[in-house]
């Protein structure tokens, strides 16, 4: 069995990946020259210590499918044209997609070893969904309150001098017109940055077009980061079933007491703390671009909150 576990930025990916190695799965690393384990097996080349030598890599760091496998790299041209070459293409992203080469990505997938887990930030594309078939891949997706997401994605932005927004995102006059840019979207210089609505309804494809798993963070963090035991107990044996993993009840509490706070990119690892985070103006943005959204997706009664 090999997953591809897929998430909104910024909406659990660790904690997902957390569940992935708790069931057994081995984290790949999609980058360098081959999907090589994260746990360290494996030639020189591919090893934390080389990369660190190259500075291509930060130790303990590690790249799923996203953007970044067509962007940036030593020889950024080069790595552009050989990685979206070709007429089919697929999707790669959820806040600013880039297209990259359907064969590309599809030898990519056909190194990675069996019993492993992939991490991917990707909106739904049929030429993904179409590989995905192809390699008889699984693919599991979290998403998380979508102004929960924007709020840490403001935050994640400004502590990332190396994103290649960030320079615009920092010129913004201040935390209250970036957070407005995290919800609404726009460009930033070369930069696009899709609407929140945007980006989870093509998000939101992959189980409606491809039969892929969703749960939300909420469920998933279960009491420790503000949810629910028994929503949590449930998202995981939902998981599990999907990819054909029974669990006993010994199991399951094994792997749902393992959940919580082994992220690198948890903040608090809490639902909600966008209403400490939010001003008026904000509250009605998020309204006005993704009212509906939050109803279908549960987290609202309606557009009037």
């Not at 909104?8 to 057994?24: E, I």
């Not at 994103?163 to 010129?171: C, K, L």
């Not at 979207?185 to 940055?193: A, I, K, N, S, V």
């Not at 309204?287 to 557009?303: D, I, R």
Request: contains cysteine; neutral net charge; glycine residues 14%.
């Amino acid at each position: 069995m090999r997953v591809i576990a897929n998430s909104v930025p910024k909406s659990g990916t660790h904690l997902l990946l957390r569940l992935m190695t708790l069931l057994g799965l081995d984290l790949v690393d999609f980058g360098g020259l081959k999907p090589t384990s994260v746990s360290g097996a494996g030639p020189f080349w591919s090893s934390k210590t080389f990369q660190k030598m190259l500075g291509t890599r930060e130790p303990g760091k590690f790249l799923g499918i996203g953007p970044y496998l067509v962007e940036g790299g030593r020889v950024p041209l080069v790595r552009r044209a050989v990685r979206t070459s070709g007429r089919e293409k697929v999707t790669l992203g959820v806040d600013s997609p880039r297209e990259a080469s359907r064969r590309w990505l599809g030898r990519r997938l056909g190194q990675v070893p069996g019993g492993s887990v992939v991490s991917a930030h990707c909106v739904y594309s049929p030429g993904f969904g179409e590989l995905l078939r192809e390699q008889n891949m699984e693919m599991v997706c979290i998403l998380r309150d979508p102004r929960d997401t924007a709020l840490s994605h403001m935050r994640y932005l400004q502590e990332r001098p190396r994103h290649q927004a960030f320079e615009q995102y920092m010129a913004l006059a201040d935390d209250h017109e970036r957070l407005m840019y995290s919800i609404r979207g726009g460009w930033l210089g070369d930069y696009p940055l899709l609407s929140l609505d945007e980006r989870y309804r093509r998000f939101l494809d992959w189980e409606r077009q491809a039969g892929a798993a969703l749960v939300k963070f909420e469920e998933l963090v279960g009491p420790e980061g503000g949810g629910d035991e028994g929503a949590q107990r449930r998202a995981t044996q939902r998981v599990a079933e999907h990819l054909g993993i029974e669990l006993g009840e010994e199991r399951l509490e094994e792997v749902c007491g393992g959940l919580f706070g082994k992220g690198r990119t948890f903040r608090k690892g809490q639902a909600g703390g966008w209403q400490d985070g939010f001003a008026p103006e904000h509250r009605e943005a998020a309204k006005e671009v993704a009212g509906p959204l939050l109803v279908e997706l549960g987290y609202e009664e309606n557009v009037d909150w």
